[in-house]
Structures are given as structure tokens and as C-alpha cells.
């Protein structure tokens, strides 16, 4: 099965797959994965144990999903720059204090440990939820499942135009990036930026150009306000069961790291 | 600047997300009556354009990055309850769909791009340009400043969520951060100029918070898109901004490498002892539950120190513009009469009007 | 007796509102640019006309007013209605504009949703809704691209999705800018076969002659602003003279069949005439 497109932040249109999870009504995937993530983040990052299981819940998703896991794990990285900032930042935080260890020069204290485990382990099955719910749902489903989970109709619809127009905008943009950098130009220092300025003032001129355009179109073909977007599957038995599943085996987890936590 | 799952803790993310929460839900309804069904489609093309242009990356001082943010931009173009539409949006499908930015830190992505950084910025520009001349030159560096300014206290608002979750130690992360972003932003102020100089040239309807007359805006460019005296202006400007930033960034550290210690002090004195935690370590609590007037005070330095750094850099610009605020363009060539040609940016048989 | 009772006669019914009616139409932009200035032409349900014209003309401008989206001053009507903010919602129904940039016009995330768009405003059924939909896209022959993403389509596709959009509103008028632009020959066959086809009032703006003379009867040029001629289509294409007055010009080596008599839109030539 064909790895879901990186480029694209939702899953591709013409990606085909059967696995379960990809077949769900999109309510059931976004109320289950971010009813996951705020369960994930509450959790007392002692409870190392805890966040194990949660790994273990994610990883049966993936697998549940067909996803492959190196593109899942490539995914994941965008994590790691934040995890490291953390990183550089612990030995400032507690000089004193009971136990530590010694790296180089810096001291870094069980409790720094922790906090850094605390951001990178909630941060990254943050992250992997997240990927699990945007490679199983196409675009128009997290719309239509967000419009029935009773999102304002201005959001909806404005996500929508900028779903459909953000394609055009990162074409212009790879398009003018490789213009410039055809004739040998490498941005090396912010002297550079008026150029950025110029580029996206093109872009933008031409985007403000499109959007009355499709408004135009849009009153043309009787809009007044409203759009009723098509609807989609109904939330069945495999929605229930799926749901069901993720918010009880992490709510379970959850309290049991509260009851037995600092393990 | 989009802050992870796991960065914030709870009652930081309930609290901003609260916060952000009103804010966006009373933008909608304002937007939904003030400017009408019209600007959705408008709406929905900044956003698209805020999402693309935030996925350019530009470097800052060779080995870091920065992007483009767009709270101005859109505030500029779309006022602010539009605009922090707009920023959540984008915020919100970055969170989803690229996994940019945590969905349990979404109330605070939101509060510092799509409501600090909006409706202070906004609170500024509009505060400057009464203060300014009422030029295009004024109306532009109010514009700049806000830009500057608005990147400037997203970061400060992002690196003080993280540090009351105990994510980072204030002391040295808020110094940093800021810095950092005093760089950023200026290549935020620029790019917000110069898009919206383009737009002012080419179409100068759409730019809801230019309250000049429309002339005003013809006489910014012989062609649409090259801000001709904003050459001189901008160079200037970045030239004085940077002078600034890099004297505000020396004497910031100072007080970076002394908060540790007054940190380890506070420590030292309390038997700050974390073991029972069953949250993140070390709360931070709000300034109003410290005793210790040391440490109170090192957050309070760090604050003030921003705060004069920022109003330096407003009168060190506003100074600069007025000594380079006289020079007067090449008038464009559709001076009074010359009808022979569309204005630039209007053809008709592209349907490009209404 | 055959006299004393009176004759029934039949009630004479009043004949159609043409489709347009212009008088004396200004239109300006806001910074004061005049664009339309009096424009007088009537157009009578089922013919088929081009607007034809150089650019900077005033077509797309006039284009735009044949359905409200612009209002200038002087009298237009459409189908009879003046055109009023209280007539608009019942003139977009019936007039269908298909713009010259498909992009525009496919806005949301699939296509039967962009085909639906037109007839969910117009408030009709699900089930009434579905089955236009899958006539739209089959009359334009694009049946089962309906859960395709509009992004992912050739341009001739959109092209042609576009036009489904409009013709799933059942326009009575049909409204065409610049049809054949960025097309190439097969799909700029495809398109004219498809509109050729249609019973409805066809309107072509355009400045490809030879698509105007495939499509259309009857050709009004429109330049600085008026019209400045109204007849026959090849009355117009054949005057080279008027045609170079106002910078328009038939591709060199078209031939224009030459047809004594005038089926809709076939071109049995008798005789063929040499433009040069």
C-alpha cells in the first residue's frame, strides 16, 4: 500500500485502503484521537509506565490503520526540535536540588529529567495521534465531520476555500522558490527578506485576485450565505465500538496512573 | 512558535484556551456582521495564503530559521476579528493536519498568534497611526512597527506559557526566545509592508484599515509591488532596528546568566523539594503569589527591559521617518487624467473587479 | 343562431420577455473609469449571439451584469425582470455563467459537490439534487468523476465540471466567457459539441472568431465601451473592414464556410469564400 502523500496535510484523494480505521465515520476518528491526546496530557508524566501503554494503544491504531511505520516515524520528527530546546534548557533549571547528574559542565537534576520526559513523551504520542487521524480521513470527511460535530458554518467554510487554494499557493511559492533559485539566488542573511517580500506580494495580489473571482462564480450559482456541504457516513456500530474502545482503554490507564502512579 | 502536546500543562491550556475560545467566538459573530457574507471567499484566500507563506522558512543569522507569521497582515487587510479568524484557522489545520502545533496547546497557539498577536498588534498600529502623520509614510511605519511588535510578543507570551508549565526555566528561555524573535520579526515587518505597499498600489479597496484617501495610496509605487521610496525607508529602518535588537539582546543577557542564580537562591531558601509531584515540576505560579521580591523582580527586569526596548525601537524608527519621511516619489503614471490605461491590477476581461 | 352567441376567441398570449433587454447601460468603477457607455441590444430567447470585441472592451464587464453581479445605470432586463436586488436570487437560477477560469468556479472539495453547489442554493431535494448532478456530469461527459478532488483534474476536465456546474442549475440562458481559451482542439470540440447541443438562449463572449461562428447566429461587437454592431454572424466575420476597425481579425488561412441557409449551428458549405 502506497504511503500517504507528505505534502499534503490530509490523505490524498486518490489513496485507496481498506484497513478499518480508514472506512470509520471521521467524528468517530476525531473525537477519538483528540479525546486520546487530552487523556495523554494529563497524565503525571511519573507514571512512566502509563505513557508505555498509551504507546502500545497508538501502535495497535497504526496497525489497525495499515499504516507504514517508517512514514508514520518520518513524520513524527517534527517533534524533535522542540524536545531538544527542552533539552538545552534542563540544566538551567534546577542547580541545586536532590540527586542529578553530571553531562559536560551542566548538571541536570532527576526532576529536569522529568520535565523533559514530561514534554517529549506527551508531545510525541501527541504528534503520532494526530498522524493516525490525518492519514485515515481525507480532507472533505474531517470537514463534513467537524460541520456535524457542529463547528461554525464561517469555519467550515473558510477552511474549505483555504483547503482548496493552499494547493495553488504552495505550487506558486515552490514555483517562484525555484525561479530564484535557478538564477543562483541563496538566501543568506535577512538583507534578503525584501526579496521574500516582493514574492509573497505577488502571490498574495494573485490570491485576492482568485478569491473574488470564485466569490463572483459563487453568487453566480445562487449563493446567499450558506453552503450545505454533502454529508457523509452515518455513526454506526464500528463508530461506537471504536470510540468506546480508545476513550476506555486510555481513561483507564489515566486513572489507574493516578491510583498506583508514581510507580 | 507552535507549542507541542505535553508543553503546556493543563490549567495553562485550559486558561488561554478559554480565553481564545471568546475571543474567536465573539470574532465571528462581529465578522458575520460587520463585513458581511462577502469576505469569506476573502477570508478563506488569506488563510490559504498565511498557511503557504508560513511554510517559507527564512534564515536568521545563518543557522536558525524563522517564518513568517501574518497577524498583521491580516489585520491590516481584513481588520482584527477577521484576522484572528483567519490565524485560528490556519492554526487549527496546521494542528490537525500537519501535526504543527499540539491540539491540547491549541488554545494557547491560538491566544499567542491569532489574539496577542493580533489584537495587541492591532492596538498598536491603530494607536500609531493617530500619532504618526497621516501619510502613506506614517500609515506604513505603524505598520512595521505593529509587525515587529506583534511576532515580538508572541514568542514573549509563548516562552511564559512554557515557562509557568515549568516546560522551560524563564530565567533563560524568555531572554532567548525574545531575541531571537526581535530578529524574526523584523523580516515580518518587511514582508507585511511590502505586501501590503502591493496591494495599496494595485488595490487599495481592499485594505480595510487604510483610512487615507485613495490617492494616497497610487503615490506609493511607479509599479505595483516595489515600494520605490520604501527602499531607502526600509533600509533605514532595518539598519536602526537591528542596532537596537543586538544592543537590547547585550544587555538582556546579563540578566539571563543572573536569574539561575537568583532561581538556585529561591530554591536553596524554600527546600524547594518537587518530589510529591504529581504535575510537571516546579509551578510557576502567577507573579501575585510571590513573596520573593528577588525573583518577582528578575520577571518584572525581563518585562520592562522589552517594554523599553520596544518603545526605544518606536522612537528610534518614528525619528527615522521623519528624516527620510519627506523624500516624495516618482508619481505614478496615473497622475490626474491619464484614463488611456486600466489602473493597474484591473482587467476587466480576467472578471478580476466587481 | 351562428351569430347571436359571441365568438370564442382565444386568449392571445403575450409572447416571451426576451431573454436581454439593454437600454442605454453606463456602468463606472468606483475610481470613476467608465467602462459601459450606453449600451443598447436586445436578445430574444433561443438565439444564440456572440459578444465579440477587443480586449479592454467592456465584455467581461457587461458579462458580469447579465446575471447582477454588477449594476450599472439604465434599464437591463433579463428574462423580464428588472435587475433588482428582489429579482437576483430568480435571475441566477435561470441565467448560468460559466466563467473563462475553471479554477473559480471549483471551490469546494469534490466534484459533486461543486455540481451540487448550484442546485442546493436553489433549495431543491437531496434526491433532486443527486439526480442533476449525475445528469450534469454525464451531459458533459465526466459521469463518475463525482468523488474525484477538482485539483487533480486536466484543465479540458475542469473545463468541463465547470460547465456542469451551470448546467445542473437547468439555466434557461447560458452565459459563455471565452469558452475555448487554454483549450486544446479535442477538448475544444468536446466543449462545442456539448454547448451546441443545448436547447437554451446562448450568449458566447469571446474573442476566438472561429468558436463565435461554431457556436452562434447572430454577433454583437462591443468596443469603447458601446455597441457598434448588430448582425448576422457571418455578416460580421465576412466585413474585414469592421473587423479591423476594432482590432479584430479572423486567424490567418480561416476559411468561413459559406452556408445560404442557416441550420442551428451547421455549416454546409456551398460556397467558400477567401479571407485574407
Known amino acids: 500500500m502506497r504511503a500517504p502523500d507528505r505534502t499534503t496535510p490530509f490523505l490524498s484523494e486518490t489513496r485507496t485502503g481498506g484497513s478499518l480505521v480508514r472506512r470509520l465515520d471521521a467524528r468517530a476518528k476525531i473525537l477519538g484521537m483528540i479525546g486520546f491526546t487530552m487523556v495523554v496530557v494529563t497524565t503525571p508524566a511519573r507514571a512512566v509506565w502509563a505513557f508505555v501503554l498509551y504507546a502500545a494503544v497508538l501502535a495497535f491504531l497504526i496497525g489497525l490503520a495499515r499504516l507504514p511505520l517508517r512514514y508514520v516515524l518520518k513524520r513524527a520528527l517534527v517533534v524533535v526540535p522542540f524536545v531538544l530546546v527542552v533539552a538545552i534548557f534542563l540544566p538551567f533549571f534546577h542547580k541545586s536540588g536532590a540527586g542529578g547528574y553530571s553531562l559536560g559542565g551542566a548538571r541536570v537534576t532527576g526532576e529536569g529529567l522529568l520535565v523533559l520526559w514530561n514534554a517529549g513523551a506527551k508531545a510525541v504520542l501527541g504528534v503520532l495521534s494526530m498522524i493516525v487521524l490525518g492519514s485515515t480521513t481525507t480532507f472533505a470527511e474531517m470537514v463534513s465531520g467537524f460541520e456535524r460535530l457542529r463547528a461554525p458554518n464561517v469555519f467550515i467554510l473558510i477552511v474549505s476555500f483555504m483547503y482548496r487554494y493552499s494547493f495553488v499557493f504552495v505550487e506558486e511559492a515552490l514555483r517562484m522558490q525555484r525561479a530564484m533559485a535557478s538564477r543562483n539566488y541563496r538566501a543568506r542573511w535577512l538583507w534578503n527578506v525584501p526579496t521574500l517580500g516582493h514574492m509573497l506580494s505577488a502571490l498574495f495580489l494573485r490570491s485576492y485576485g482568485r478569491g473574488e473571482r470564485v466569490y463572483v462564480a459563487m453568487l453566480s450559482r445562487g449563493y446567499e450565505g450558506t453552503v450545505r456541504l454533502g454529508n457523509g457516513t452515518a455513526f454506526g456500530l464500528a463508530e461506537t465500538v471504536f470510540l468506546g474502545t480508545i476513550l476506555g482503554l486510555v481513561i483507564a490507564i489515566r486513572v489507574s496512573a493516578s491510583l498506583w502512579g508514581a510507580g | ?354 | ?276
Open chain 2, 1 to 354: 512558535m507552535h507549542i507541542p502536546d505535553g508543553f503546556v500543562d493543563v490549567p495553562t491550556a485550559v486558561a488561554t484556551g478559554a480565553v481564545s475560545l471568546g475571543v474567536v467566538a465573539y470574532s465571528v459573530r462581529r465578522t458575520s456582521k460587520d463585513l458581511g457574507e462577502r469576505t469569506i471567499p476573502l477570508l478563506g484566500v488569506t488563510a490559504a495564503f498565511i498557511f503557504a507563506a508560513q511554510m517559507l522558512n527564512f534564515p536568521v543569522a545563518g543557522g536558525t530559521s524563522g517564518h513568517f507569521l501574518g497577524a498583521m497582515l491580516a489585520v491590516a487587510l481584513l481588520g482584527p476579528w477577521a484576522a484572528s479568524i483567519v490565524l485560528s484557522v490556519v492554526l487549527v489545520v496546521q494542528a490537525l493536519g500537519m501535526a504543527d502545533g499540539g491540539i491540547t496547546a491549541m488554545g494557547a497557539n491560538v491566544f499567542n498568534m491569532g489574539v496577542v498577536a493580533v489584537f495587541v498588534g492591532f492596538g498598536l498600529f491603530y494607536l500609531l497611526k493617530k500619532l504618526l502623520p497621516r501619510t502613506l509614510t506614517g500609515y506604513l511605519i505603524s505598520l512595521a512597527l505593529a509587525s515587529w511588535v506583534s511576532v515580538v510578543l508572541a514568542s514573549t507570551a509563548a516562552s511564559l506559557e512554557l515557562a509557568v508549565s515549568g516546560t522551560v526555566p524563564v530565567g533563560v528561555a524568555l531572554p532567548a526566545m525574545v531575541s531571537v524573535h526581535m530578529i524574526i520579526g523584523l523580516g515580518e515587518a518587511l514582508i507585511t509592508t511590502a505586501v501590503v505597499t502591493a496591494v495599496l498600489a494595485a488595490r487599495p479597496d481592499l485594505v480595510n484599515s487604510f483610512d487615507l484617501p485613495i490617492e494616497a495610496a497610487r503615490r506609493t509605487a511607479a509599479r505595483p509591488g516595489v515600494p520605490a521610496t520604501g527602499r531607502t525607508r526600509f533600509w533605514s529602518f532595518v539598519v536602526g532596528a537591528l542596532v537596537v535588537a543586538i544592543a537590547l539582546a547585550v544587555f538582556i543577557s546579563p540578566y539571563a546568566s543572573g536569574s539561575p542564580d537568583g532561581l538556585e537562591r529561591v530554591a536553596a531558601d524554600k527546600g524547594f523539594e518537587t518530589a510529591a509531584a504529581q504535575q510537571p515540576v516546579w509551578r510557576f505560579s502567577p507573579l501575585g503569589d510571590y513573596q520573593m521580591p528577588g525573583v518577582g523582580g528578575e520577571r518584572i527586569a525581563t518585562a520592562v527591559a522589552g517594554l523599553i526596548g520596544t518603545v526605544a525601537l518606536f522612537a528610534l524608527v518614528l525619528l527615522l521617518g521623519r528624516a527620510f519621511g519627506r523624500r516624495r516619489l516618482v508619481s505614478a503614471p496615473q497622475a490626474a487624467g491619464g484614463r488611456s490605461e486600466l489602473p493597474p491590477g484591473r482587467s476587466p476581461d480576467r472578471s478580476s473587479t466587481l
Open chain 3, 1 to 276: 343562431m351562428p351569430g347571436s352567441y359571441p365568438t370564442l376567441q382565444p386568449v392571445p398570449h403575450s409572447p416571451p420577455p426576451p431573454a436581454v433587454e439593454a437600454r442605454d447601460l453606463h456602468f463606472a468603477y468606483p475610481d470613476g473609469t467608465a467602462v459601459l457607455r450606453g449600451v443598447d441590444f436586445t436578445i430574444q430567447q433561443g438565439e444564440s449571439v456572440a459578444i465579440i470585441g477587443p480586449n479592454g472592451a467592456g465584455k467581461s464587464t457587461l458579462l458580469l451584469h447579465l446575471n447582477g453581479i454588477l449594476r450599472g445605470t439604465g434599464d437591463l432586463r433579463i428574462l423580464g425582470l428588472p435587475v433588482e436586488t428582489k429579482n437576483l436570487r430568480e435571475i441566477r437560477s435561470r441565467v448560468g455563467v460559466v466563467f473563462q477560469d475553471p479554477e473559480d468556479q471549483l471551490f469546494l472539495t469534490s466534484v459533486a459537490q461543486d455540481v451540487a453547489f448550484g442546485p442546493a442554493n436553489m433549495g431543491l431535494e437531496k434526491d433532486e439534487v443527486e439526480t442533476r448532478v449525475k445528469d450534469a456530469l454525464a451531459a458533459v461527459g465526466m459521469g463518475g468523476f463525482e468523488d474525484r478532488a477538482a485539483h487533480h483534474l486536466s484543465f479540458g476536465q475542469k473545463k468541463r465540471v465547470a460547465t456542469a456546474t451551470v448546467l445542473a442549475m437547468h439555466p434557461e440562458v447560458l452565459v459563455l466567457d471565452e469558452p475555448s481559451s487554454n483549450l486544446d482542439p479535442k477538448a475544444r470540440h468536446q466543449l462545442v459539441d456539448i454547448v451546441r447541443g443545448l436547447p437554451v438562449t446562448k450568449i458566447v463572449v469571446t474573442h476566438d472568431l472561429p468558436v463565435a461562428y461554431e457556436l452562434c447566429e447572430r454577433a454583437l461587437i462591443l468596443a469603447q465601451g458601446r455597441i457598434v454592431a448588430d448582425g448576422p454572424i457571418e455578416a460580421i466575420l465576412l466585413d474585414t473592414g469592421l473587423l479591423a476597425a476594432n482590432d479584430l481579425e479572423l486567424p490567418h488561412g480561416f476559411a468561413l464556410p459559406y452556408s445560404l441557409e442557416r441550420g442551428a449551428g451547421s455549416c454546409s458549405g456551398m460556397m467558400t469564400q477567401r479571407m485574407t
